[in-house]
């Protein structure tokens, strides 16, 4: 039986779209999709600031933003 939902690289015009891929900035896997997140960095050089922000996979999206946040809450903790 076929599925009902179209492949993810389906285009309309009978055309296979072409997936895009990206490189995870922190672990270095390649990644065929859209990014899960995005790092940041920034640094400056006189008055000039620069501004990058690098694609992150899901599973190290993930594990960043839960250790910013646990970060977070022991800083709260140590504020009371």
């Known amino acids: 039986m076929a599925s009902r939902f179209p492949p993810p690289s389906y ?3 009978g055309e296979h779209a072409r997936v895009p891929t990206f490189e995870c900035d922190v672990c270095g896997k390649k990644v ?9 960095y920034v640094w400056t050089r ?6 990058e922000e690098p694609p992150l996979c899901a599973r ?8 910013a946040l646990a970060q977070w809450e ?3 903790d140590d504020g009371e």
């Not at 065929?32 to 940041?40: D, I, K, T």
């Not at 190290?60 to 250790?67: F, P, Q, R, T």
Request: proline share 7%.
């Open 60 to 67: 190290c999206a993930n594990a960043i933003g839960l250790a």
């Open 11 to 13: 285009s309309p015009d």
């Open 46 to 51: 006189g008055d000039e600031a620069r501004y």
């Open 74 to 76: 022991l800083e709260e």
């Open 32 to 40: 065929e999709g859209e990014p899960a997140g995005r790092g940041l």
